[in-house]
């Protein structure tokens, strides 16, 4: 059993940047791809980015390629995901997803999310 938990929400201006980090415990990090997603009020959840075991190979949804990077250290069993130019639309609950296939679609553990918000 994995557990994730994230880290690094908050309020930002629009322009801005935040880093999120998610620790994940009690299992072999190395063994699962990590991807985040993001759900905003009214909406249904959506893919962000995955990044496989090696950090080798990363994905990412149309509207934040260019601004948003996904990123492991499977020393520290953290994953990252630095948002730049942040826009009023990025705000959502951004969640960490764990699964030992790199996809962008059904993940087998999540964490509980941490809200990311940005003001025009």
């Known amino acids: 059993q994995v557990q994730l938990v994230e880290s690094g929400g908050g309020l930002v201006q629009t322009g801005g940047s935040l880093r999120l980090s998610c620790a994940a415990s009690?299992?072999?990090?190395?063994?699962?791809?990590m991807g985040w997603f993001r759900q905003a009020p009214g909406k249904e959840r959506e893919f962000v980015a995955v990044?496989?075991?090696?950090?080798?190979?990363?994905y990412y949804a149309d509207s934040v390629k260019g601004r948003f990077t996904i990123s492991r250290d499977n020393a520290k069993n953290t994953v990252y995901l630095q948002m730049n130019s942040l826009k009023p639309e990025d705000t959502a609950v951004y969640h960490c997803?764990?699964?030992?296939?790199?996809?962008?679609?059904?993940?087998?553990?999540w964490g509980q999310g941490t809200q990311v918000t940005v003001s025009s």
């Open positions: 997803a764990a699964d030992r296939v790199y996809r962008v679609g059904q993940y087998d553990y």
């Open positions: 009690g299992g072999t990090f190395s063994s699962y791809a």
């Open positions: 990044i496989n075991w090696s950090g080798g190979s990363t």
